[in-house]
């Protein structure tokens, strides 16, 4: 099983970028915990970090011919991209959507994610650990996934 972990915007500044709300692991460092668990699971991880829309938009449209399942932060796109939305709609792969911090406790403008509606499911608030249970999930969903979203095959 394949699966791409995917950083959006600002998420490449990790450990220096307000450690008090994202911690003071760096990008690399969670990376690297996502491969050993990659390891101990028996799966292939990717992990990617873009700080354009476009880019990530491409690097979904790829996944969904090349990985059986999507971990992805968008950062603050998170708020009002409709496009990567579209995106991961498009794609017909499970995608787990990670928050490092608990984006309902935070501003009114964090509250709102217009990807949530379109992923198989959130996880937010519980840092750098958020990707490794996402990990886990997407490893018992993706065998599943397509049998399950097309009821019509
Ligand atoms: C974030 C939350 C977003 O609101 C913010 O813009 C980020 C990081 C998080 O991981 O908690 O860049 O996605």
Redesign the pocket.
């Known amino acids: 099983m394949k699966i791409l972990v995917l950083n ?4 490449n500044l990790l450990g220096q970028r307000e450690p008090s ?2 911690g003071t692991g760096s990008l690399d460092e969670i990376n690297n915990r996502i491969l050993v668990l990659a390891g101990e699971l028996g799966v292939e991880v990717t992990c990617r970090q873009s700080n354009n829309e476009g880019d990530l938009i491409d690097l979904i449209h790829r996944a969904a011919v090349e990985v059986d399942a999507v971990i992805f ?7 009002y991209s409709y496009a990567l939305r579209d995106a991961i709609e498009a794609i017909g792969i499970p995608t787990v959507e ?6 309902y406790a ?1 501003e009114d403008f ?1 509250r709102h994610s217009v990807i949530a509606p379109v992923v198989a499911g959130q996880i ?2 519980l840092g750098a650990a958020g990707y490794l249970l996402a990990l886990r999930a997407v490893v018992e969903l993706a065998p599943c996934w397509r049998k399950r979203h097309c009821k019509y095959d």
């Open positions: 959006g915007p600002n998420l709300v994202y932060n968008p950062g603050a796109f998170t708020h990670v928050h490092l911090s608990n984006i935070r964090r937010s608030g």
